[in-house]
T-cell receptor, first 110, second 113 residues
Framework: RKEVEQDPGPFNVPEGATVAFNCTYS??????FFWYRQDCRKEPKLLMS???SGNEDGRFTAQLNRASQYISLLIRDSKLSDSATYLC???????????FGTGTRLLVSP | EPEVTQTPSHQVTQMGQEVILRCVPI?????FYWYRQILGQKVEFLVS????????KSEIFDDQFSVERPDGSNFTLKIRSTKLEDSAMYFC???????????FGPGTRLTVL
């Protein structure tokens, strides 16, 4: 079983739509979680950290459910510039390594 | 805004040759990492480095790989004898502390012929 699993998509949405991505993780020792965004052939860029209490940054809201080992990202009012691959990432404390999902591709169209 | 830099952006080499990929992490960061991404696949951890030594490495990071911090600013990844399957994007990352967010450089695309 993959340590971090995501639906690869693509998710095709019109501008202005709300879209949600889900991710599950299998290692209960995972302590910290992040969403990164990756544009084609570019480096992963940190979008936001994910906290158990849920956190919001502008149009982006992230949630963590430790009991279900489930992480979500909600994007409201999608922009064309949101088109990218969204990477769900777990950090295993003590090991310092980030474990990446395969990513979910989002395509926002006019 | 401080950022991680990497050179070269693209490296082409013949199979069996040695390559050195270079990175300059964010200046006050203490933890340094190398990841790789084969085209079309997910990002994979290679190695983490702290206090001038390797703190964790993956199964991919075999004896052909080594890392070094030769001075106060550079962090390098050496592949001693490249194989075709080493072709990938190699990303350097750094973090202030081990449980913090990691920030990635733009990557070096390595092509082994």
């Amino acid at each position: 079983r993959k340590e971090v699993e995501q639906d690869p998509g693509p998710f095709n949405v019109p501008e202005g739509a709300t879209v949600a991505f889900n991710c599950t993780y299998s290692n209960s020792a995972s302590q910290s979680f992040f969403w990164y965004r990756q544009d084609c052939r570019k480096e992963p860029k940190l979008l936001m950290s994910v906290y158990s209490s849920g956190n919001e940054d502008g149009r982006f809201t992230a949630q963590l459910n430790r009991a279900s080992q489930y992480i979500s990202l909600l994007i409201r009012d999608s922009k064309l510039s949101d088109s990218a691959t969204y990477l769900c990432v777990a950090l295993n404390t003590g090991f310092q390594k980030l474990v990446f999902g395969t990513g979910t591709r989002l395509l926002v169209s006019p | 805004e401080p950022e991680v830099t990497q050179t070269p952006s693209h490296q082409v080499t013949q199979m069996g040759q040695e390559v050195i990929l270079r990175c300059v992490p964010i200046s006050n960061h203490l933890y340094f990492y190398w990841y790789r991404q084969i085209l079309g696949q997910k990002v994979e951890f290679l190695v983490s480095f702290y206090n001038n030594e390797i703190s964790e490495k993956s199964e991919i990071f075999d004896d052909q790989f080594s890392v070094e911090r030769p001075d106060g600013s550079n962090f390098t990844l050496k592949i001693r004898s490249t194989k075709l399957e080493d072709s990938a994007m190699y990303f350097c990352a750094s973090s202030l502390v081990s449980y913090n967010e990691q920030f990635f450089g733009p990557g070096t695309r390595l092509t082994v012929l």
